[in-house]
Nanobody, 119 residues
Framework: QVQLVESGGGLVQPGGSLRLSCAAS???????????TAWHRQTPGKQRELVAA???????NYADSVKGRFTIPRDNANNTVYLQMNSLKPDDSAVYYC??????????WGQGTQVTVSS
């Protein structure tokens, strides 16, 4: 099993930046079997949507709405994936969730962290 803990959410003004963190823990075997780590977000009444993802090989994928503004760097030594969010807009307000997909196709989710973009 893999446990994911997100942090870094909060209130920020439009145009500002935030960095979210997703720290993974578990057995060394389960950590090594993570194939993709992704950030998703969800607002009330809407489906959860993919924001950004990174594979174990370093390939990245971004939603069109965040391209050029968000990046998904990672720190392999600390089993942590980040979501660097710049030029934030009110539409980026949501609960952000981290998800790890293992090579077995098992998915693990974090508890979510709230991001609010408002003046």
């Amino acid at each position: 099993q893999v446990q994911l803990v997100e942090s870094g959410g909060g209130l920020v003004q439009p145009g500002g930046s935030l960095r979210l963190s997703c720290a993974a823990s578990g057995t060394s075997g389960s950590i090594a079997s993570i194939y993709t780590t992704a950030w998703h977000r969800q607002t009330p009444g809407k489906q959860r949507e993919l924001v950004a993802a990174i594979t174990s090989g370093g390939s990245t994928n971004y939603a069109d709405s965040v391209k050029g503004r968000f990046t998904i760097p990672r720190d392999n030594a600390n089993n942590t994936v980040y979501l660097q969010m710049n030029s934030l807009k009110p539409d980026d307000s949501a609960v952000y969730y981290c998800k790890a997909q293992l090579r077995s196709f098992d998915d693990y989710w974090g508890q979510g962290t709230q991001v609010t973009v408002s003046s």
